[in-house]
């Protein structure tokens, strides 16, 4: 997991870094270098494509001045507008537009729009926005606002386009903000420093970001781990550690894999049982059991797939002698009212075995006013209107402070806290809170719970057995889940993809991990 920092905490990193020996204008020279080589990567590095950059008076304009210099000496065509004169900058940013070849610098408005337009008209393969970094917090304005305006027009062409790159993140977003106002750039890709900004991953202001690329440029690791923060990011690599743990040996057999038991799904729902039985079995897991009412039994029995056990119980009581040997208990998709908050908190306050909770289960205990009994872990799996009754906030407080709202919950509540969304977000009871990337707008559909409960489900029960903290064996359930959602929407499509699509791509987003 990388650290999300906040642009006080990166400027004291930047501080700190040149106050332990690294010149400030090397850090801005190794940035500018980042940039170029996704450049390079992008073009090719051919002699003769066509760039222009687009610069603010700050140091991200600086970055662009540098950018500009290392391209030409690569041979590229490159183009320079500073919104601005030179007169107007100062420290590393001001040496970088004095060393910068064939600056424009556009003492005003119209002039600025002016030589935007002649130059975007010209074709570029690669327009470069260095006007605003970490530094925002107001709203674009002026020939600021018309450019960026001008750009989000070409980022919609279908046609054949220029791609766009943001220098640490695309003006108009504030680095500690997920939200947007006003007008800012839609970039293909963005290039950010040292580590990721909540604008870079969270939504709705990620969706302007593009292809996200962390570039190191020289801080001391020991100095980002020393940060205040509590936020990370989910990485690839956290997901494929946990698979790399829970990997299957020559001596396998169902009993170390784990037996995950659901209790899922009424007469009104078997659908969801099905999804997430299924989803659980996929998982990797030795054993799932889908326990059901008498009424609904029979037919689940014919609808999962048949390495799913299904068992039958008439009420909680009945229940518990099915979970004695459970290495994860699931309970809530499709519920209804099948089991009360009462049985819930009586499987809680008894079962030795990690339990995750979700949909109508939630509905059941909310609101939480007070933490959950310690006796065992409890992981919560709420979209946005269950996490507004189990916390008891409204629509207004999550929407001011997402992080913040969950980060509160999961540290009273004593849970692990999945909060779904456009970008899922992973709460800790030690105040941690974990933004997840993979996932998208096609997985907002019916279903698509009930397969993640049972991911979850499947994946804690493993976790259980290798010994691996319930934390992390969340977070690649997520990430893995969502990464699922992703290869569904490249072969389907947002629009047609369902969560039996994604269920079936478990195995896919698996072998992505190395795992096999």
């Not at 900058?89 to 408005?109: H, K, Y």
């Not at 919609?156 to 943001?166: C, K, N, Y």
Request: aromatic residues 4%; hydrophobic residues 45%.
């Amino acid at each position: 997991m990388r650290k999300i920092l906040t642009s006080e905490e990166m400027r004291e990193i930047d501080r700190l870094t040149v106050e332990g020996g690294i010149d400030s204008l090397t850090l801005m020279e190794t940035a500018a270098s980042a940039v170029v080589s996704l450049i390079s990567e992008l073009l090719g590095n051919q002699v003769g494509n066509r760039v222009l950059i687009v610069c603010g008076r700050g140091d991200n304009g600086g970055d662009g001045a540098a950018i500009a210099r290392l391209l030409e000496n690569l041979g590229m065509d490159v183009t320079v507008l500073l919104i601005g004169s030179v007169e107007d900058t100062r420290g590393d940013a001001r040496i970088n537009f004095e060393r910068c070849p064939g600056l424009i610098q556009c003492t005003n408005e119209g002039d600025a729009i002016g030589a935007f337009t002649q130059s975007i008209s010209q074709g570029p393969s690669v327009v470069v926005d260095a006007m605003f970094g970490t530094g925002l917090s107001r709203t674009l304005g002026g020939a600021y606002a018309a450019i960026a305006e001008k750009l989000a027009v070409v980022a919609e062409d279908v046609g054949e386009r220029p791609l766009i790159i943001s220098v640490d993140l695309p003006s108009g977003i504030d680095a500690d903000r997920a939200e947007v106002s006003g007008i800012c750039v839609k970039a293909d890709a963005t290039v950010t420093f040292t580590a990721p900004k909540l604008g870079n991953v969270m939504a709705p202001a990620s969706r302007y970001v593009g292809e996200l690329i962390v570039a190191d440029i020289g801080s001391p690791a020991e100095l980002i781990d020393q940060s205040r923060s509590l936020n990370f990011l989910a990485e690839e690599s956290d997901a494929a550690a946990w698979l790399l743990a829970t990997e299957f040996s020559e001596d396998s057999f169902k009993k170390m894999r784990g037996h995950a038991v659901m209790f899922a799904g009424s007469h009104e729902y078997i659908g969801a049982s099905v999804l997430a039985g299924n989803s659980a079995a996929m998982s990797g897991v030795g054993r799932v059991t889908l326990v059901a009412t008498d009424e609904t039994a029979d037919t689940l029995s014919s609808a999962v797939k048949p390495e799913v056990i299904v068992r039958r119980a008439a009420d909680m009581s009945k229940s518990m002698e099915l979970i004695i040997d459970a290495d994860a208990i699931g309970i809530g998709s499709g519920m209804g009212t099948v089991f009360s908050a009462d049985d819930i908190h009586t499987l809680i306050a008894s079962s030795k075995s990690p339990i995750v909770i979700d949909a109508d289960g939630l509905n059941a205990i909310a609101p939480l006013h007070h933490g959950l009994p310690t006796n065992t872990q409890v992981v919560l799996t709420p979209h946005q209107g269950e996490f507004l009754r189990l916390a008891a906030i409204t629509k207004e407080d999550l929407e001011t402070d997402r992080v913040g709202e969950l980060r509160r919950f999961a540290t009273k509540s004593g849970a692990v806290t999945v909060l779904k969304g456009e970008r899922n977000l992973v709460g800790l009871p030690d105040g941690r809170v974990i933004v997840v990337p993979t996932g998208n707008p096609g997985l907002g559909k019916a279903g698509s719970g009930d397969n993640l409960a049972g991911i979850i489900t499947g994946f804690v029960a493993q976790g259980a057995r290798f010994g691996i903290s319930i934390a992390d064996t969340v977070i690649a359930a997520v990430f893995i889940a969502g990464l699922a959602g992703d290869i569904a929407e490249e072969r389907w499509g947002r629009r047609a993809m369902t969560a039996s699509d994604v269920r079936d791509c478990l195995s896919e987003a698996f072998k992505m991990l190395g795992d096999y």
